[in-house]
């Protein structure tokens, strides 16, 4: 089956950056739907950036400004740039798949961001 395997997770002071990593063990293509959410806890999952099939990316209004998803093809990796991180921040981060109908999803990475 598909896998994604996320990285790049940790602790960072409000203020400051994180880079997640999404790699899929499969060849992703830019029809290919691709999101990343995050969950706190006693919190519902969220939508944080999603790319569309028609390439367009849109952002969760929280983040709007500060978090940058990207693709590298090549790599068949996907990127969220975090910048300017906040307490709020704090969650678990999900990268997510919708490939051949069928949602695919990561077990997630932990972002801690500390005031």
């Known amino acids: 089956q598909v896998q994604l395997v996320e990285s790049g997770g940790g602790l960072v002071q409000s203020g400051g950056s994180l880079r997640l990593s999404c790699a899929a063990s499969?060849?992703?293509?830019?029809?290919?739907?691709m999101g990343w959410y995050r969950q706190a806890p006693g919190k519902e999952r969220e939508l944080v950036a999603h790319?569309?099939?028609?390439?367009?990316?849109n952002y969760a209004d929280s983040v709007k400004g500060r978090f940058t998803f990207s693709r590298d093809n090549v790599k068949n990796t996907v990127y969220l740039q975090m910048n300017s991180l906040k307490p709020e921040d704090t969650a678990v981060y999900y990268c997510?798949?919708?490939?051949?109908?069928?949602?695919?999803w990561g077990k997630g990475t932990l972002v801690t961001v500390s005031s």
């Open positions: 997510h798949l919708f490939r051949g109908g069928i949602d695919y």
């Open positions: 499969v060849i992703i293509f830019s029809r290919n739907s």
């Open positions: 790319i569309t099939s028609g390439g367009s990316t």
